[in-house]
């Protein structure tokens, strides 16, 4: 399964690419994130192009399907690795279906149904995020709908991949591999708490305590 990192940070994605040994494979935004970067969209997806080999997800904000076009345009042309995010509406798979048609990898954003991921693969995406989170934090189950799309799209073999968006914790993320989900997109202190065990600290306290009686080095 690839990891994206969640964020708009450039610091903490340089940092993460930098010190994740390779296990970072992509980058999603949102409006919210850019709006809470505080920079400028293309500035910031420009840098983030820069720092991974992988795909950036990039959201257009126009809601019309010619301003979603535009936007698209614009976006996909700041860097090869760009990937157009679209909202799952009727015309945001308009404009996913266009810019499909063009080369333009897209990335169908907001999806909470097996149905509206059906016709995001349809429209030709390259990506799907479903929401688990938003989901989870409404009483449903999100990683169902995992389940449910990955069954729908192997009938069918469609090359959408399946983006699992909305991580709210590591559990998201081993319930996901375990389903086969192509991606899932982390925050950043998701994916540092991937690392984590209390029993791995508490494991290596006693054996370096253990160590240091014997007063050799192994070097
Ligand atoms: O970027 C899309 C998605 O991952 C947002 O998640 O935490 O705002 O529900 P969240």
Redesign the pocket.
């Known amino acids: 399964m690839k990891l994206f990192i969640?964020s708009a940070d450039v610091s903490e994605v340089s940092a993460l690419v930098k010190g994740g040994l390779g296990l970072i494979d992509g980058v999603?935004?949102?409006p919210?994130?850019i709006a809470q970067s505080g920079a400028s969209i293309r500035e910031r997806i420009a840098e983030l192009c820069a720092i991974v080999d992988g795909p950036v997800s990039a959201e257009v904000t126009a809601t019309d399907f010619e301003g979603m076009l535009k936007e698209g345009k614009a976006l996909a042309a700041i860097a090869e690795n760009v990937t157009v995010k679209v909202p799952l509406t009727e015309q945001g798979l308009r404009c996913c279906y266009a810019l499909s048609r063009e080369g333009v990898a897209v990335n169908v954003?907001l999806c909470f149904s097996p149905a509206q991921a059906l016709l995001a693969a349809k429209a030709g995406a390259c990506f799907v995020?479903p929401?688990v989170?938003?989901l989870d934090d409404i009483g449903h189950d999100g990683m169902l709908l995992i389940e449910e799309i990955l069954d729908m799209y192997r009938a069918y073999d469609f090359a959408t991949e399946v983006l699992v968006?909305?991580?709210?914790h590591t559990g998201h993320v081993v319930a996901a591999a375990r389903l086969g989900a192509h991606v899932a997109?982390l925050?950043p202190k998701v994916f540092r708490a991937l690392y984590k065990h209390p029993l791995t600290d508490r494991g290596l306290e006693a054996f370096l305590e253990d160590w240091r009686k014997t007063k050799q080095t192994i070097l």
Request: glycine letters at 6%; aromatic letters at 6%.
């Open positions: 969640d999603t935004t949102n919210s994130l954003t995020s929401f989170g938003r968006a909305s991580v709210r997109t925050p």
